[in-house]
């Protein structure tokens, strides 16, 4: 309920994004920047694309149209030579000239000058004629034609094929003369005759005129970086702007919760935001109208029916989601500002990152799915061109369609909340809402000691660990036994180490490095309550999750997935079993649980730690623990991984719960290649990563989840009182 006097939550972020509204409109200049120059931009994209398709489709025309080809003939049956190629050039149809050059000029020269006609251009090929060709084609033996060319003016593509053309056809006629001397029908050498019918405008335009894949494509990339550019400025000004006009104290100060404060600044953000959508949408539209008329013929293929109106509704729904996901992520990215300029510094490589994700949208093999809908920004692209069509497939529809686009929603709301969350988090962070102006001092300066790192903190390890991850992928070698080290080191270790000497936290306090705080006089079979009900957590929640996986692929996953269960496999039985144990479990579970549950987590929940402020560094590190791991189709299993570690952390204010749950979890395809002369449809499962869940044994699905089961209920026993520990996380 409400207090007397206090607003409530809804009225008082309405209140606040009518203010932040009423305070962007008056300042003209950053709205027509926002609002007016990106729709002045689309004319001149348009007639640049127009002139550039009708420059590149005349180049790609003149390059493939029929042009005369001149041949120097040398050698003592040149003449005969010549006759042979005239009577073929007399006797052959036209209909029948398909490829051919526009003519075959026939020059008699001398080897002497033969090669600087070529080099000037006087001739294209050079042809020396052996002694004896005539008799040699009437004896039926197979004659070498050599054709030179400059070396200083070398002959292109096309006219090479277009001679080739030619001279296949003179082969032919040859051949026929040699059936009809044989006294065999010529019939004999063309037993079909295959033509087309019922096309007279001769069928689709040639693939490299029809573009309305690429045109379409981006657009949309160019939609999506104007979508998050609509929000540029105004979450810029939001808080950051606050800070430097010193009205932000004011602000908090406010009879209303901070949860409402970041709300009611994503709604004017958001509605900024879309008005720019909708702007962007109708300039688009009208450009591509008359555009149409400027492209060159046949570029445009004609598009089924129907296509262009789903097409447009898919896209208004998806990119709707998507301006959501583009406020929310301008203002937590701008919240850690402190100034206008900071902000635009920071929120400059965003708009490049997202760029770079769009466009990932455009890669041939991206198709319409739950898995690339989801995707943030890359999501919505896909599910408008696959709307739209591509150049080689059909226009998804109906329920494919639908349910692409209600994935690209929902993941839209997540992810929203999920950065909503992140702004309240490190709004309500003192360290980073009112730190001061950066002082002079050497550059080995370090902050002054604190218990645990702030919000803005946590993040640095995760910034650099994601980059750590994708680079060192191109420098490690493929041997896993060196792979995962080097991986893990550079990715999370160096990143997580160098942050945390820098900013001097009490490594104690961050990492959680402490025995379960269980009370009471059986404190160990307490602890051992604990860690053993993790242990069967993390073994349930393997098989369960690949389960799950396997039987909503179809029985199929992607190439990458089944590659590194190859190489996996490879290691567990090349390899001594403590050494693929160490490299598959051991590593990773300590690594990833100092960096997850404990840097990010700590960081998250900060100093002021509150019920809601837990759940959502809960949350917030989990997505991490996902998105670290690379691979699509296993995010949504390590993400609920991430969750469950992250709860035994706050339940019991120890790392080892989670090290021990994250340990049995990696290590049950060891366990399971161990037993697989007794489960041999199970270790197939795990060899392949493409088998069905039939594979799995019931018996093995129902022990999993009553590992599950029990394990909760280990835990649970060992956590006392569950309420009051939720409430007072340690």
């Not at 160990?524 to 929640?541: E, F, I, N, Q, T």
């Amino acid at each position: 309920m409400t207090p007397r006097g206090q607003p409530s939550s809804l009225v008082a972020a309405l209140a606040i994004a009518r203010r932040d509204l009423l305070e962007f409109v008056r300042d003209r200049r950053t709205l027509v920047i926002t609002l007016l120059l990106p729709m002045a931009t689309y004319p001149i994209l348009a007639l640049a694309t127009a002139l550039g398709l009708r420059t590149a489709t005349q180049e790609i025309d003149a390059r493939t149209a029929p042009a005369p080809i001149r041949v120097g003939l040398s050698g003592p049956d040149a003449a005969l030579f010549a006759a042979l190629v005239q009577r073929t050039l007399e006797t052959t149809p036209r209909n029948e000239r398909t490829g051919w050059p526009a003519d075959v000029a026939l020059a008699d020269v001398s080897k002497a000058d033969a090669e600087s006609l070529l080099d000037r251009g006087a001739i294209d090929l050079w042809i020396v004629t052996q002694p004896g060709l005539l008799a040699a084609l009437q004896a039926q033996q197979t004659v070498p034609i050599r054709a030179r060319v400059s070396a200083r003016q070398p002959a292109n593509v096309t006219l090479r094929e277009q001679f080739l053309a030619f001279m296949r056809t003179l082969g032919r006629d040859v051949t026929r003369g040699r059936v009809t001397a044989a006294g065999l029908p010529t019939t004999l050498l063309e037993p079909l005759d295959v033509a087309f019918e019922g096309d007279p405008a001769g069928g689709p335009p040639p693939m490299e005129h029809n573009v309305v894949s690429t045109l379409a494509g981006g657009m949309l990339v160019l939609l999506t970086v104007l979508t998050l550019t609509g929000a540029f400025y105004p979450a810029i000004d939001a808080i950051a702007g606050e800070k430097e006009r010193g009205t932000i104290e004011t602000l908090l100060i406010a009879p209303c919760r901070i949860s409402d404060i970041v709300l009611g600044k994503f709604l004017g953000v958001l509605a900024i935001t879309l008005a720019t959508l909708v702007a962007n949408v109708m300039s688009i539209a009208a450009t591509a109208a008359v555009a149409v008329r400027y492209l060159p013929q046949g570029v445009v293929a004609a598009l089924p029916e129907g296509a262009l109106a789903q097409a447009s509704i898919a896209t208004i729904v998806a990119f709707c989601g998507m301006a959501a996901v583009a406020a929310a992520t301008c203002l937590a990215v701008t919240t850690a500002s402190k100034s206008g300029k900071e902000a635009q510094n920071t929120l400059t490589p965003v708009i490049l990152l997202v760029s770079a994700v769009a466009g990932s949208a455009l890669l041939p093999g991206v198709r319409t799915g739950p898995l690339f809908a989801a995707i943030p920004f890359a999501g919505q692209v896909v599910v408008a061109r696959s709307a739209l069509g591509t150049g080689a497939e059909e226009p998804s529809g109906g329920l494919v369609l639908a349910l692409a686009v209600a994935v690209s929603l929902l993941s839209s709301l997540a992810v929203t909340w999920l950065l909503l969350q992140l702004t309240a988090l490190t709004l309500a962070d003192e360290d980073v809402l009112f730190r001061g102006p950066d002082v002079a001092g050497t550059p080995l300066h370090r902050p002054a000691r604190r218990r645990r790192p702030n919000a803005v903190q946590a993040l640095l390890p995760l910034v650099a660990g994601f980059a750590g991850l994708w680079y060192s992928q191109g420098l490690v070698p493929n041997d896993l036994r060196w792979a995962i080290p080097v991986q893990q080191v550079l990715a999370v270790l160096v990143p997580l180490a160098l942050v945390g000497w820098w900013q001097r936290v009490d490594l104690r306090e961050t990492f959680s490095w402490r025995w379960p705080a269980v009370g009471g006089a059986d404190r160990a079979a307490r602890s051992a309550s604990v860690m053993l009900g993790a242990v069967l957590l993390g073994g349930g929640l393997f098989l369960l999750g690949a389960a799950a996986l396997l039987a909503w692929q179809g029985g199929t996953t992607s190439a990458e997935a089944r590659q590194l269960s190859s190489r996996l496999v490879a290691l567990i039985q090349d390899q001594p079993r403590w050494l693929a144990w160490a490299l598959i479990a051991l590593v990773p579970a300590v690594c990833e649980e100092l960096l997850f549950r404990g840097w990010v987590l700590a960081g998250f929940v900060g100093h002021a730690r509150t019920r809601q402020r837990l759940w959502t560094a809960i949350v917030v590190q989990a997505a991490a623990f996902a998105l670290f791991h690379l691979l699509p189709e296993r995010m949504p299993q390590t993400f609920l991984l991430g969750l469950v570690l992250g709860v035994l952390v706050a339940l019991t204010g120890s790392l080892w719960p989670a090290i021990a749950c994250h340990l049995a979890h990696n290590s049950m395809p060891i366990v399971i290649l161990a037993f697989a002369g007794d489960m041999p449809d199970l270790a197939e499962a795990i060899e392949t990563g493409a088998s069905s869940a039939a594979m799995l044994p019931q018996s093995i699905i129902v022990a999993a989840a009553a590992a599950v089961a029990i394990g909760s209920g280990l835990v649970a026993i060992g956590v006392r009182p569950w309420n009051r520990l939720m409430e007072h996380p340690r």
